[in-house]
């Protein structure tokens, strides 16, 4: 099982993709981010196992929460 980060620009996205993650049944939880990793700066970021990324983006773009670069595997 290898974990992803999912960049997000602000804690209060972060929280807002892990309760959407807890209510698909997806673990995540929110970490700090070096901004420099990102191309966007973000400082905070949601870990997950990465074989859920793409489970979790498709539900985020539906829910409209925005999130940057997905770090730990190839970029989106």
Same mark, same amino acid.
């Given at each position: 099982?290898?974990?992803?980060?999912?960049?997000?620009?602000?804690?209060?996205?972060?929280?807002?993709?892990?309760?959407?993650?807890?209510?698909?049944?997806?673990? &995540? !939880? =929110?970490?700090?981010?070096?901004?420099?990793?990102?191309?966007? /700066?973000?400082?905070? $970021?949601?870990?997950?196992?990465? &074989? !859920? =990324?793409?489970?979790?983006?498709?539900?985020?773009?539906?829910? /409209?929460?925005?999130? $940057?670069?997905?770090?730990?595997?190839?970029?989106?």
């Amino acid at each position: 099982m290898s974990d992803c980060i999912l960049a997000m620009k602000t804690r209060t996205a972060a929280e807002k993709a892990r309760r959407a993650a807890a209510f698909a049944q997806i673990s &995540a !939880e =929110v970490v700090s981010v070096d901004p420099n990793v990102t191309r966007h /700066g973000c400082s905070v $970021g949601l870990r997950l196992n990465c &074989a !859920e =990324v793409e489970e979790l983006t498709e539900l985020l773009d539906k829910k /409209g929460i925005v999130y $940057g670069d997905v770090i730990g595997r190839g970029r989106r």
